[in-house]
Structure formats: structure tokens, C-alpha cells
């Protein structure tokens, strides 16, 4: 398969990141991550290690797809500068780190997708793109609300998730699959869901946050 150009081929039918992104992160979301931003580090940090995983997990899937084997290893390791320099804003800014329970997001995500053949890589595809948009989203609402050093990084990590998004929906574009935007548009419905609704955990792809019970 041929790689898809950087602005996702064909161009005519390309979607941007926030186009396809069925609901805005919600306000009470953005307050919550903005105040506790050192929690939500911890997580993030986290989420660049998965993303350095989820393309690495496809490249074992589908070794025949040489485009795609180049491109991945490129984000895999992009991913993981990532992980570096959340790492230094970390010890930087004094947060260590604190074990945390994934939240349900990935999770249930994963939960709709197909598990085999043809449908599976079109899947795979399609969420990591979404979860890609979502973060773009998310780095771009953060960036302004954050202390300098972090404004500065969740800036440019928005714009590098904004382009993983074009190549994730690049590449699902290419597959030729003739309902592949039918179905971009049932996971996106879904993932809107996951980001909609009350969730206790706060993290970064965390749904609307439930107020601690009093003690
Ligand atoms: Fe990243
Ligand atoms: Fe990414």
C-alpha cells in the first residue's frame, strides 16, 4: 500500500481532527484537568507510552504493510520522545510518580472494535485516529490554562497529535473499504459517549468529573 501523503490521501475526502470529533470535551472536564494538572501528568505520561505501544502492536499485526511498518516506527518513537519530555516536565515541576489505575476510556474503546479480518485493521485504524483527535483537542484546551513550561509542551504535542491523527485516517482512508466513514462515524458516536458521561477516574481522555463524595 502506498503511504498516505501528510495531509492524509486523497485529499478530497479527508477529514480534520476536529471535524470528526462528535462532542467538545466538556468545560467541567477542562477546569478540572487545568487545577489538577500534576495528577493528570502522571496519566499522561502514561498515555504517550500507550501510544508508542498501540503502533507497535500494529506494525506485529501487519508486518506485511511495508507503508505502514515506516510510518509507525517513525510515531512509535515520536511517541516515546514524548514520554521523555513529559518525564522532564515531571521532575522538573517536582511530580512524582504515583501509580494510577488506567481509566475506562481505552478500554471500552477497544471494547466495539472487530477482532478479526476484514474489519480489524480498519478498527484499529479508526480509533487510533480518533484517540489521536481527541488528544489534539485536549493539548490545545490545556495549553493556555497551564503553567509556562507545560503551556509550551502541550502546544507542540497538540500539533504533533493533530498530525498522527492525518496518518492514522490516512491510512484507514487507503484500506478502500467503501464504509470506512460510516464506520468512523459509529466509533466516533461512541467515543463522544465516553467523554460525555460522568466517570469518577480523572485522566486524560476522562469523561465529565464526579465531585469527591465529602468525608
Ligand atoms: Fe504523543
Ligand atoms: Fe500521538
Known amino acids: 500500500m502506498k503511504a498516505p501523503a501528510r495531509r492524509a490521501a486523497p485529499a478530497s475526502a ?28 502522571v496519566d499522561h505520561a502514561n498515555c504517550e507510552k500507550k501510544a508508542a505501544s498501540t503502533a507497535l502492536a ?9 507503508a505502514l511498518l515506516r510510518a509507525l516506527s517513525r510515531l512509535a518513537r515520536e511517541e516515546l520522545r514524548h514520554f521523555e519530555q513529559v518525564l522532564r ?4 515541576l517536582g511530580v512524582a510518580f504515583v501509580r494510577q489505575r488506567p ?10 472494535l472487530r477482532t478479526s ?3 480489524r485493521k480498519l478498527d484499529l485504524l479508526l480509533s487510533a485516529a480518533l484517540i ?8 490545545g484546551l ?3 490554562r ?29 484500506l478502500g473499504s467503501p464504509d470506512w466513514r460510516a464506520r468512523l462515524h459509529e466509533l466516533a458516536v461512541h467515543e463522544a459517549q465516553l467523554i460525555s458521561t460522568p466517570e469518577a477516574a480523572l485522566r486524560f481522555h476522562s469523561g465529565i468529573p464526579v465531585p469527591a463524595a465529602p468525608a
Not at 493533530?162 to 492514522?168: K, S
Open 89 to 92: 516536565a515531571m521532575e522538573g
Open 132 to 139: 489521536e483527535a481527541r488528544s489534539a483537542e485536549r493539548f
Open 103 to 112: 481509566g475506562r476510556y481505552g478500554h471500552q474503546l477497544r471494547r466495539v
Open 117 to 119: 479480518d476484514p474489519g
Open 58 to 66: 500494529l506494525m506485529f499485526a501487519y508486518p506485511e504493510d511495508r
Open 142 to 144: 490545556l495549553a493556555p
Open 146 to 174: 497551564l503553567p509556562a513550561p507545560l503551556a509550551r509542551l502541550y502546544q507542540e504535542l497538540g500539533e504533533s497529535e493533530a498530525r498522527h491523527f492525518e496518518l492514522y485516517s490516512g491510512f484507514a482512508e487507503a
Open 14 to 41: 479527508a477529514a480534520e481532527h476536529d471535524e470528526i470529533l462528535l462532542a467538545p470535551t466538556p468545560a467541567a472536564w477542562v477546569r478540572a484537568a487545568a487545577a489538577r494538572w500534576r495528577e493528570l501528568l
